[in-house]
């Protein structure tokens, strides 16, 4: 077992691939909340993100076998990733990974659709103004919401959601804005928002969080505010050291 990158009361963060990892305890996560790689050519510090739609496939077959196992029997997953990909050739990524879940025994439960606001200004159109091969994006990300074995959880809780928090996200449709890459200095963070509305609506206070690709840490400060215990692996010395800096 590999020692943590970095340790504060409930948080536990690991410098480690997550393929490779055995830090985390078998059967042991009650909700997972990550935004995998997604094959964009995004510029990470040292991942490569430009691998071929198939080596991404069979990449995302494997670390979502590795997290089922180490999910409890009414753990529950909370997925981030786009509903599509234009760069490089147009994929299905959405409907791809839900099957590869579902295949490797995840169930579905149901999908959210976060309406990013203010993703940046489109310039493909493909053919302006002509049928001859336009472009259609739609400019929101997904959020998979999966289960191991059974969705309702075994164990009675307390849930920290309020009356209005409720009824809000319980509306599969969620608006609210995109987190500025500068400003956190990593590529691809999502904001605080996202996990701490999944912590609050999927999880009981204390129960363990997984994010297999915890990048700046964002999901670690969510837990953090919701007192709930956290575990973060991130493959990238100077991400950990970033979220580090974030976390306390
Ligand atoms: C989309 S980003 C996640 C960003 C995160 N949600 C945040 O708010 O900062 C994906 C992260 O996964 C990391 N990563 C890529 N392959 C990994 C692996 N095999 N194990 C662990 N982390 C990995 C990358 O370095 C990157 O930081």
Redesign the pocket.
């Known amino acids: 077992m590999k020692k943590p990158f970095f340790e504060d009361n409930d948080i536990r963060l690991f410098n480690?691939?997550?393929?490779?990892?055995k830090s985390v305890q078998k059967e042991s996560i009650d909700l997972i909340i990550?935004?995998?790689?997604?094959t964009l050519d995004?510029k990470?510090?040292?991942?490569d993100?430009k691998m071929s739609y198939e080596t991404y496939l069979q990449?995302s077959e494997d670390?979502l076998t590795k997290v089922y196992n180490l999910s409890k029997e009414d753990g529950r997953m909370c997925l981030?990733i786009p509903l599509d990909k234009n760069k490089g050739g147009q994929q299905s990524v959405y409907a791809d990974i839900a099957t590869i879940a579902k295949k490797i025994g995840w169930n579905y439960h149901s999908t959210i659709i976060w309406n990013e606001q203010n993703i940046s200004r489109r310039t493909a159109w493909g053919s302006w103004m002509s049928a001859s091969a336009p472009y259609v994006i739609a400019p929101v990300e997904v959020i998979v919401i999966l289960y191991k074995k059974v969705w309702k959880k075994k164990n009675k809780g307390e849930s920290d959601i309020t009356r209005e928090e409720f009824m809000e996200w319980t509306n599969g449709v969620w608006n609210f804005s995109g987190?500025s890459k500068k400003r956190?200095g990593?590529?691809?963070?999502?904001?605080?928002e996202?996990?701490k509305r999944c912590i609050k609506l999927f999880s009981y206070v204390g129960d363990t969080i997984l994010?297999?690709?915890?990048?700046?840490?964002?999901?670690l400060i969510a837990c953090k505010e919701a007192n709930r215990k956290g575990i973060g692996?991130?493959?990238?010395e100077k991400?950990c050291l970033?979220?580090k800096e974030r976390i306390i």
């Open positions: 480690d691939d997550i393929l490779n990892c990550t935004s995998p790689p997604y995004i990470y510090s040292s991942f993100d990449f670390w981030n987190e956190i990593h590529p691809a963070p999502f904001p605080v996202l996990p994010d297999p690709f915890v990048g700046s840490g964002s999901t692996v991130e493959i990238d991400y970033l979220a």
